[in-house]
């Protein structure tokens, strides 16, 4: 089992669409979580952190999911520019890494 | 302005010829992280240094080597490139986690390395 999982897709959306993307986590010591946007050969850029209490940013809102070991993420009144691919990352304390999910793609269609 | 900044952006080898990328910060974070990325995959992680404190994965080949010369600059060398190791190499930074959790991580742009 990989340590952090996402359905890669892609998710094909309209704009307008709101759309959801989940994300798995296998170690259970695990402390900090984020969600990455990578856009087509550039670096991934922090979109978010996902805190306990669940956080907002404009269309994008995070949760976490410690009991059941899942963080997701809803992009609201979807944009083109949202096309992209979004990485879930998740850290552990001790290790000092941070482990990638494969990421998931999206594409928002006119 | 850059805080990660990775040189060259674009580097063209041959195989089997050495090749060095280089990444310096302007953080002055203790953590510096070094991934191969290749088409639709995730960063694979290949090392890291923790100040000084060199962290080599398991699964990477002795080919790729790292120096951390000081606090702002990393190289990564690549003894000898095979043409599997054509990808993006991305050089991030992360600050102290000795605290139990974790901000993010900061990218460079990235070196996209292509072996002839």
Redesign the interface.
Known sequence: RKEVEQDPGPFNVPEGATVAFNCTYSNSASQSFFWYRQDCRKEPKLLMSVYSSGNEDGRFTAQLNRASQYISLLIRDSKLSDSATYLCVVWASGTYKYIFGTGTRLKVLA | DAMVIQNPRYQVTQFGKPVTLSCSQTLNHN?M?WYQQKSS???K?LF?Y?DKDF?NEADTPDNFQSRRPNTSFCFLDIRSPGLGDAA?Y?CAT?RD?SQ??????F????T?LTVL
């Open positions: 953590v992280y995959q995730a960063p992680l890291h923790y962290n993006m991305l992360s986690q139990g959790s974790s901000d993010e991580q990218f460079g742009p990235g996209r």
